[in-house]
């Protein structure tokens, strides 16, 4: 089974509208972290927010959020007011463990569009 | 904000040759990574290097391919033999000893096999 699922490869968003990119997880590992990176046309994985398995509150960074519901295993990344530069691919990413030199786990991105 | 370094941006060489894609981690930090990413595909997991050694790699990471941690700051991998498939996005990546850090990018190399 795939450890992250991103169903979404493509996604549009007016700009200033708020917009949600889907992801969830697979593990029985009861501690893990969930990272989401955006990845520009130029290339280069910039990493946005993080949420710890057992972190009571969601996440939130900015414009970022993350809406985490853990007993649907899912971890989704809210950008609010989107902005032309928030174009690019996302990804979701997971640790599992307390081993904290475990991979990351990627998804396989959601591109996202944001029309002017 | 210190950062991860990679060189060379973009290698070109032909099949059957060795290359060697260089890192520069962030200092403090004591996990280090590859990834590589097919041209607009999933970033794939290489290998993970903490404390002189490999602790974990993946599949991919055959008898073609060694990292070393020559000198205390930099952080390599080897393709011995370069195959046309190996033509992909290499990133490397640190991260520091805590639950919550993420991994930190390099701006990556792009390795073109002809």
């Known amino acids: 089974a795939q450890k992250i699922t991103q169903t979404q490869p493509g996604m549009f968003v007016q700009e200033k509208e708020a917009v949600t990119l889907d992801c969830t997880y697979d593990?029985?590992?009861?501690?893990?972290?969930l990272f989401w990176y955006k990845q520009p046309s130029s290339g280069e994985m910039i990493f946005l927010i993080y949420?710890?398995?057992?972190?009571?509150q969601n996440a939130t960074e900015g414009r970022y959020s993350l809406n985490f519901q853990k007993a649907r295993k899912s971890a989704n990344l809210v950008i609010s007011a989107s902005q032309l530069g928030d174009s690019a691919m996302y990804f979701c990413?997971?640790?599992?463990?307390?081993?904290?030199?475990?991979?990351?786990?990627f998804g396989t991105g959601t591109s996202l569009t944001v029309i002017p | 904000e210190p950062e991860v370094t990679q060189t060379p941006s973009h290698q070109v060489t032909q099949m059957g040759q060795e290359v060697i894609l260089r890192c520069v981690p962030i200092?403090?930090?004591?996990?280090f990574y590859w990834y590589r990413q097919i041209l607009g595909q999933k970033v794939e997991f290489l290998v993970s290097f903490y404390n002189n050694e490999i602790s974990e790699k993946s599949e991919i990471f055959d008898d073609q391919f060694s990292v070393e941690r020559p000198d205390g700051s930099n952080f390599t991998l080897k393709i011995r033999s370069t195959k046309l498939e190996d033509s992909a996005m290499y990133f490397c990546?640190?991260?520091?000893?805590?639950?919550?850090?993420?991994?930190?990018f390099g701006n990556g190399t792009r390795l073109t096999v002809t």
């Open positions: 200092s403090n930090h004591l996990y």
């Open positions: 949420q710890g398995s057992y972190d009571q």
């Open positions: 990413a997971m640790r599992e463990g307390v081993n904290t030199g475990n991979q990351f786990y």
């Open positions: 593990t029985s590992d009861p501690s893990y972290g």
């Open positions: 990546a640190s991260s520091r000893e805590t639950d919550n850090s993420p991994l930190h």
